[in-house]
């Protein structure tokens, strides 16, 4: 299979880890590569081109190449996790440059962010992610560096308009990130709209089976940033193991089929309580109801994710309440995996937080959906 082959599909492509085959044994999976160090010819070249498994690992480049290919971007960087790939950017930068990145985001993220990138000199201002006018607004305020958006974003799944945004951050000479996990590039492809760099924490639903923490970001061009960004990897050594990076592979063949259960799934369990009184509010982007519908119908295809949050209308109490009852979800952070999990938010947020404090996050699975929808309603009853 050829995998430039333009009339090919990306699940075809998923399915097939790009149609590769190792030699010399046609190994449909490709070995494990341990060794941490390879060996020099005689006149000091690497016939192998590679040098030091801190700089990379030959398990990397098949999913490099698919996640490269899904994104549409002519190169991806796998790190040890999602955290790790969204600080190398941040590292990348220079003491005294302004980020802008969203009031409603990953927390542990957030958290970083104010407690490392400012420390460390980064100027970290926010910009409200539920007005889609905010952005633009703040990026026009002061000379900034880098934008950085979340979408869907954690926990109310507020959606950006990324082409809206490229335009307002290239307009200031900035560049644009985006944490694409919850959209996955089954559903967004944000580099086709204009990002400059995409954020998966592929611990998420690349991998898809909570076994493995990793991240990975891809890029729109091997520029001087993406360079830089590869010396924070090698240099800082945020690498993922060759055991990971083999069980991600794994994962990614079953990336479309899952994506596509997990988004049915949660539309589903959506609509049948988006009237139900004893939820004050389903948020969910593929509802007409959430306020960003209208940009989710632009900008997402093929479904709206599996992430969606409930607030309990009678309260925070009620909330907590709610989620101990539930037997099918299971009580755990994280998302994206074939198993549905739910969570209180803002008891995992700590102080501080802008999660309502009777949100129930749910990550919905590939479950009968009967099930799901049956474990609400014994559970909220
Ligand atoms: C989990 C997550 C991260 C962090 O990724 P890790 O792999 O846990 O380090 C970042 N962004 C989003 C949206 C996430 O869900």
Known sequence: MNPKDPTLHPETLAAQGLGRVAQPYADIVPPIHVSTTYERSGDGTYPGGRVYSRADNPGYDQPEALIAALEGA????????????????????????????????????????????????????????????DLAKRV????????????PANPTWDVTDIADAARAVHAAGAVLAVDSTCATPVLTRPIELGADLVMHSATKYLNGHSDVIAGVLATARDDDLWKRIRYVRG???????????????????????????????????ARHFEKDKRFSHVLYPGLASHPASAIAVRQMSGGFGGMLSLRVAAGEQASKDFTARLKVFKRATSLGSVESLAEHRASVEGPGT????????LSVGIEHVDDLINDI???IS
């Open 354 to 361: 802008f999660c309502p404090a009777d949100l129930v996050r």
């Open 140 to 151: 026009g305020e002061k000379k900034t560096r880098l934008v950085w958006v979340e979408t």
């Open 74 to 133: 002519p190169s991806a960087m796998l790190f040890a996790s999602g955290q790790a790939a969204s600080a190398a950017v941040f590292q990348s930068l220079a003491a005294g440059d302004r980020v802008l990145a969203p009031r409603n985001m990953y927390w542990a993220f957030r958290k970083w962010l104010l407690e490392f990138a400012v420390p460390w000199g980064l100027v970290v201002d926010f910009y409200d992610n539920a007005d889609p006018g």
């Open 377 to 379: 309603e014994q559970a």
């Open 235 to 269: 240099g800082g050594g945020a690498i993922l193991g060759p055991f990971e990076a083999a069980l991600l592979m794994r994962g990614m063949r079953t990336l479309h089929l899952r994506v596509k259960a997990a988004s049915t799934n949660a539309l589903a369990i």
